[in-house]
Each structure stands twice: as structure tokens, then as C-alpha cells.
């Protein structure tokens, strides 16, 4: 049976229009997706986005959905997946999917992973309908100064100091008692421009961490890893000295660490569910 679309090669594209593709098919998304093409570009850089591997549906002449895959040895991880809005409703997610996960077979991978907001319940109907299945929950948390308690923070960053990635290269593995997700894996941040760390040192070793981007009274953090919650407690608290807000998407929900936000004033704003398959 013929079908109305086809698949090619996201590189059969020019990144610009790639990259309005990925826009377009997070419309109407729970949180703003628009790439710009040097963030994006960013991207392909640190997550290692294969876009000859990565699918476009084409409809006749016209690219409406991507699924964009990410490669590291042989396990395989979506960094993006959606039909443009004038072309939902038919259907068109699973074949596309399908076709992804086919591409992630030919390529030699083992396995395939990718995040969902657990609320997300027809993107997870496709990935489920097609093998992956969740094996945790990461929290999106964040905290925001009260603005009754008279204290500014202008967004101080003297405090920290130019990630170190070698030093933290020697750690990592220590200080994550659960294994990080794709985007805040080492391999992630050995990639990352502009992160600023703060540390606890204890017996000439680092005990405890936190790698951040700041901006406007806003810290990002970008990873996090300590010996124990009273540690990382420790350095939350220092951000929240500092910066007005401050916020952690993806903290491992089976990571004890991930209890210093609570103890701290954090909020969860939403979950995710880590999905993984076997290829």
C-alpha cells in the first residue's frame, strides 16, 4: 500500500530548515522548544546528534515531522520527536517512530532511550506502543526567593568559579550514585561552554559540586553531584545566596542526592519518565 509520506535523512536538509522543522513540531508543547541555529548547533555539538540518522517525514515536498537521534558507542537516545501542528491527529507518530527506531537498528545500536513529561500521554503512547519502557522518574524542580523577605540577590556569580571539567572528569563517577541522564552525562558536560562551578573540598578531594550557567538572577544547574545530601544541601543553600532563582530540570528521582532540593525549598514543577529499550 502506498503511503502519502517518506522518509529521508535529516542531512538531506540544510540546518536552517531543520532546525525550523524541530521548532515547529514542539508547537503547543507544555514549555517553549524553539531553536535558534546556534543553540542548536550547540546541541549537536555536546549531545552528539547524528543527523544522518535522524528521520524528517516528508509529505510530498514538505518536511512535517522529525525524530532527531543522538549516538554514543552503541546506545542510541531521541533528542527530539514531533509532527508540525497541521498535520497531527493522523496517525502519523507511530510510522515515523517506527522508522526511527529502525534507523537506530541499522546503525548498530543496542539500545534507545529518550525522555517523556509522564503528563506527555501521546508521545507516550508511541514510544510505548513501540517497545520502550519506562525505568525511572527525574523531577524538575526549582526554587524562587520570596520577594517579602527584603533580600535582593543580583546575581552574584564572584562566588564560583570556570568549571573545571578535568577535575570533575575524576569525580564524576563517585559523586553520582545514580546514573545521570543523556544531556547531563560526563560526556555532556565535557562539551558545555560558560559553566561555573562551585565546590566542597574535603581532604584535598572534591566532596561535592554543582556546574551552573547564570543569567539574570536565574542559575541553571547543569549537574550536581556530592558524597551525601548534607553536602549538596550545602551548595544549594550558596546558590540560593546568590541568585534569585535557581533551577534543576532532570534530578534523578532514585538519586538520594536529589533530597538536598526538598530540604532546601525547592518545588517540582513536573516529572519526566526516563524510557529505555533493548534493540
Same mark, same amino acid.
Given at each position: ?5 517518506? $522518509? ?72 527530539? $520527536? ?7 491527529? *493522523?496517525? /502519523?507518530? +507511530? ?9 537506530? *537498528? ?27 519502557? +519506562? ?43 545514580? +546514573? ?9 558536560? /565535557? ?10 573540598? *574535603? ?7 554543582? /556546574? ?56 517540582? $514543577? ?8 533493548? /534493540?
Amino acid at each position: 500500500m502506498t503511503t502519502p509520506y517518506r $522518509f529521508v535523512p535529516a542531512s538531506s536538509l540544510t540546518l536552517d530548515a531543520f532546525v525550523d522543522l524541530y521548532s515547529r513540531s514542539f508547537a503547543n508543547y507544555f514549555y517553549p522548544m524553539s531553536q535558534t541555529l546556534d543553540g542548536f548547533a550547540a546541541r549537536v555539538r555536546t549531545d552528539h546528534i547524528d543527523l544522518y540518522r535522524s528521520v524528517v517525514m516528508m509529505w510530498g515536498d514538505a518536511p512535517i515531522g522529525e525524530a532527531t537521534m543522538a549516538i554514543r558507542g552503541e546506545r542510541a537516545w531521541c533528542g527530539g $520527536f514531533g509532527i508540525v501542528p497541521e498535520y497531527r491527529g *493522523r496517525r /502519523l507518530g +507511530p510510522p515515523l517512530f517506527a522508522e526511527f527506531v529502525a534507523q537506530a *537498528r541499522q546503525a548498530g545500536m543496542k539500545s534507545l532511550q529518550l525522555e517523556a513529561l509522564t503528563r506527555n500521554t501521546a508521545a507516550l503512547s508511541v514510544y510505548t506502543g513501540t517497545g520502550l519502557r +519506562p525505568v525511572r522518574e527525574t523531577r524538575l524542580l526549582e526554587w524562587k526567593r520570596d520577594p517579602t523577605d527584603g533580600v535582593s540577590a543580583p546575581g552574584d556569580a564572584t562566588f564560583a568559579q570556570p568549571a573545571d571539567m578535568a577535575r570533575i572528569a575524576e569525580c564524576f563517577g563517585r559523586l553520582h550514585p545514580a +546514573p545521570a541522564l543523556w544531556s547531563r552525562d560526563l560526556p555532556s558536560l /565535557l562539551l558545555r561552554r560558560g559553566l561555573l562551578q562551585t565546590q566542597l573540598v *574535603r581532604d584535598g578531594r572534591i566532596a561535592a559540586y554543582v /556546574l551552573f550557567a547564570a543569567n539574570e538572577g536565574t542559575a541553571r544547574i547543569a549537574d550536581a553531584g556530592a558524597e551525601d545530601v548534607a553536602q549538596m544541601a550545602e551548595l544549594l543553600a550558596q546558590l540560593q545566596s546568590h541568585y534569585s532563582t535557581v533551577v534543576m530540570i532532570d534530578a534523578p528521582a532514585d538519586s538520594p542526592i536529589t533530597a538536598a532540593f526538598d530540604q532546601t525549598g525547592f518545588h517540582e $514543577f513536573d516529572r519526566q519518565y526516563e524510557l529505555f529499550m533493548t /534493540l
